[in-house]
């Protein structure tokens, strides 16, 4: 009787080891599955921040893009396309590839132009500024980052964000 429950506490013992195995696997799991996403402050004009992890998948910003939505957009989810364009505004890149690794991602406040950096539109000079009550949205590629965009306007002179 006692040869019995020894084998059967050593059963239990690696039963339970395996449990513990699992739990890891699918902790693991979990957090490979970790998105860059982006924040904002209210600040006008506000600082946008790109956060994501060693385990993120994605682990570049290839360009950062603010666009003015068009009116008839802006109840449209962000990753539906229509055939009315919205108006970018701001769009800038990473002037060398290590600069866009999520390490390195610098803040970005709307219309400074991060170290390194080269800006697309406009051409030349600084963004329009943002215009209270119009919305907007920033962050990078979609099909690369989906959790990297938001959506934002302005109200009594702070960046609120708005839904996706």
């Known amino acids: 009787m006692l040869r019995e429950s020894q084998g059967l506490e050593r059963c239990i013992r690696e039963f339970s080891r395996f449990l513990v195995f699992l739990a890891l696997c699918a902790v693991i799991a979990v957090a490979c599955q ?3 996403t982006i924040k904002m402050n209210d600040g006008t004009p506000p600082t946008f921040s790109i956060h994501a992890s060693t385990f993120t998948h994605y682990k570049y910003l290839t360009f950062f893009v603010v666009s003015e939505l068009a009116p008839e957009n802006v109840k449209v989810p ?3 396309k229509t055939t009315i364009e919205n108006k970018i505004v701001w769009w800038i890149f990473p002037g060398d590839s290590h600069l ?4 390195n991602l610098p803040a970005i406040k709307y219309g400074e132009l991060p170290d390194g950096w080269t800006q697309k539109v406009p051409e030349l000079g600084k963004p329009p500024m943002l215009v209270e009550g119009k919305v907007y949205q ?3 590629p979609q099909i690369e980052v989906p959790d990297a965009v938001i959506r934002f306007t302005i109200r009594d002179g702070k960046a609120v964000r708005l839904p996706l």
Request: hydrophobic residues 25%; glycine residues 24%.
């Open 100 to 103: 866009g690794e999520y390490k």
């Open 78 to 80: 962000a990753y539906e």
């Open 34 to 36: 970790q998105r860059m």
């Open 138 to 140: 920033a962050g990078g």
